[in-house]
């Protein structure tokens, strides 16, 4: 008589089914309910992967730093383009002191400014450098983002793989824990041989190993996923995976066009060309002429304190006001500088009427821009090695994307090699049942056909993982999350 039983769960999803929809159907279960506990998010039910995506996407430090720089950059520009206008003060002014021993008192207020009329393109240099570096840290939060959904993607179907492998080892263990009991009862009655007991007796043992390391899969592969959400390790949490998988075709000259033109290294590393491009053309323009508009306009009036009555005068202010230009221009590290002003002053105590003046003046400063040379030389060897590194970056974009698209051939290529060894381990195990059944082997034989058939179950599901990740690996080098979707086709007669 057979004391082989089929009758667990994983023998009836192996039944005889035609096509892939076996396969697709092979691994299929539901998951159980778990309470989430993440800040300004409500509890809910089993992640799905773009829960996972959202969770660590708020949680993430870096990106929170990154969003933070980009406020920053758009101050920036705005004190960029703040340079453009005019700077105004607006002065009130007291005074107060003795001339030939009497007392005196003065009031001024006015307005003062200087506009910039030319200064070489320095400031519009400057107002460019600001936006390239605005949309620098915008392609940068990308880049970061880029990196961590990849990073969440591998954790996730991690998780659901050590899942996926938990429930094959438990399914396992079942079966021959009754195929041992069996055994156990039959070499009590005296049946079988001291030497089967022994061998199955150490396959059983075998099998709790496996069950026990993959209990420890499961813990280890959920934090991993936590922390790649920024997640409290003590909190619980359930993912509803499917692996299944909607096979792609991927075209590496397409990919690599796509990356190219996408990644947000490649953008980045471009803009900071044209960012130092425009330091050289800055450092240049610090060798041509300055010139400013600078100005004054208010009220004042200064007089005696009356000796009769003890108090101040109530005298009206009077305007006064200057306006004039100053410019500057290097030669040689040296500076030549120009003004020519005009001025109408209010009287002072110490004069009877006011005054009115044009002053020119011209100034020579010298070897006091030598740093010109020094910064125009440092401008251009930045921009030298940012090329470069727009040059480096482009060619491991390359590598990247040529390495992801192999793994992703290899993928498919391991999940139809897996697709066929499971089928054909099946077919084994059920001859081998039939020979047990017609007392031909021992129990030890099936159950090591068990065994077999659930490492290349075990090698399906691995080969369904990365056949996710190492498409998730092609997006995160094109620079898209869903540039490839993977997701899986509703069968016919099925609604999304």
Sequence with gaps: MCLWHAGDIYAQEVAHQKGDSWIRGLFKKETGLVAENVPTKPASGPLKLEDCINI????????????????????????ARRNFLPSAA??????????????????KQYIEGQQPIFHGGELYYGNKQAEVNLEVTRHDYN??????????????????????????????????????EMVSKSFANGTISKLEM????????????????????????????KQAMNMDPKEDIDIEANLEFNKIIVDYEKALAAALLNRPEVKVNTLMTDYYIYGVNMARAKGWMKLDFMG????????????????DPDRKLESQWYAGIKGSMPFWGNTAEYSYTKEEWTPVVS????TESITS????????????????????????????????????????????????????IQLDTAANKVKYQESDLEFTRLKRGMDEIQDSAVIEGMIKLAQEKFGYVQALT??????????????????????????QGQSN
């Design 90 to 107: 607006i002065v009130f002014e007291e005074s107060s002191g003795r001339v030939n021993g009497r007392r005196y008192v003065g009031r």
């Design 466 to 491: 990365d056949c996710h990740t190492t498409l998730a690996s092609i997006n995160k080098a094109i620079g898209i999350e869903d540039y490839y979707k993977d997701e899986v086709m509703p069968k």
């Design 351 to 354: 004069a009877f009427q006011g």
């Design 296 to 311: 004054q306009w208010g009220h004042a009036k200064e007089e005696f304190v009356s000796q009769d009555l003890g108090q």
């Design 361 to 412: 003046q011209t100034k020579a400063k010298l070897l006091d821009k030598l740093d010109y040379y020094s910064d125009k030389e440092l401008a251009e060897i930045d921009l030298d090695k940012q090329r470069q590194e727009l040059s480096k970056a482009r060619q491991d974009i390359i590598l990247e994307v040529k390495e992801a698209c192999f793994g992703y051939e290899k993928a498919l």
């Design 143 to 180: 880049r970061a983002k880029n990196d961590l959904i990849l990073q969440v993607k591998k954790a996730y179907y991690s998780f659901e793989k050590a899942k996926e492998n938990r429930v094959m080892q438990k399914g396992l263990s079942v079966e021959v824990e009754k195929v041992f």
């Design 56 to 79: 660590a996407i708020e949680n993430n430090m870096p990106l929170k730093i990154a969003h933070r720089n980009i406020k920053l950059a758009e101050m920036r520009v705005f004190e």
């Design 198 to 225: 022994l061998n199955v007796a150490s396959q059983s043992g075998q099998i709790r190993f496996q069950l026990a390391s993959a209990e420890g899969d499961v813990s280890v592969a959920e934090l991993i996923l």
